[in-house]
């Protein structure tokens, strides 16, 4: 590593969305960049749903339309071969989220109430039950998104580098960051944060002939649309007492089948292809965090489910922050 004076040399741990986010502004605000990734993470798994009402009531999230532009202005940087703009259906499973889901369609302007014949409709094989369209909702397709953003930065200048590193390997650096997902806990600097780890599986899955819907699906669970049309994903579980870290074929898809049955009774007819798995991040408020934890050392982490809907909003301002150009907004 050549260090020029006359820029802040940065060491980014970890290529995925909120790595990669960062990486980005962290160049365009002309630091000089060497990203460290040592495969594996969350964002190379997820589901790609990316939408601003998540929750058993869809309330709108924190900084929800903050990170909606954010994170669509990079998506349209990397190009639309990466998603899929054609909305998100979440059917109303039980009572409750009736209630909540016909009154967000009267507070939002980008959901729409459908009853359960249209739901139906836009869903074969599905359950009769209604629920709400949300317009701005985008399917994003993680792996080609993310292998975009980085020749993006790339092109700017960044340095990749596929090894896994400890905070010894990177003391000539002026500027520490930590986005490494799951792998944070290997870092003695970051115990202080008080993070939540909890395991995720999803099942890789063939789709049957009569789906043939254009939109990612939600319930208690996921369906997801792949950037191959005879694929898609089906999620995910949230595991807090596991024991491996590693896929499990079995557990996962009882416990996903279970969820997917409530509004897709036809479950039996997706094909299994493979199961995915990786270590989801949260803090003790389910917000994440950016900011400096030791002495030229930052993170950003505790995205939780949510690391597509906010990477690209924090990683921005964590960008000003370490330039030291933060800014009040």
Known sequence: MSKNSNRRVLAIVGGGFSGLALCYYLLKKGGDVTLFDGGGGASKMASGLLHPYPGESAFLSWKGIEGMKETRALLERVGPEVYKETGILR???????RKAFKQRAEEKEDVEWWDKEKCHAAVPGSAYLPGIFIRSGIT????????????????????????????????????????AGGGIRSFAAAKKLDLRFTKGQLLVCKKPHYFTGESSVTGKGYLALSENNDQCYLGSTYERNHTTEAPCLGTATDLIFNQIGQFIPSYGSFEVK????????????????????????????????????????????????????????
């Open 274 to 329: 493979g199961c995915l798995a990786e270590m989801r991040v949260s803090t003790k408020d389910y917000r994440p965090f950016i900011g400096k934890i030791d002495e030229n050392i930052y993170a950003i982490t505790g995205m939780g489910s949510r690391g597509l809907l906010y990477h690209a909003y924090f990683g921005k301002k964590l960008a000003e922050e370490v330039m030291g150009c933060s800014s009040s907004s």
């Open 140 to 179: 994003v397709h993680a792996k080609a998104y993310l292998e975009g953003l980085w020749k993006i930065c790339e092109d700017l200048g960044g340095h990749l580098e596929k090894k896994k590193v400890d905070l010894d390997d990177l003391q000539g650096f002026d500027r520490i960051i930590l986005a």
């Open 91 to 97: 059917f109303a499973v039980s009572e409750k989220q």
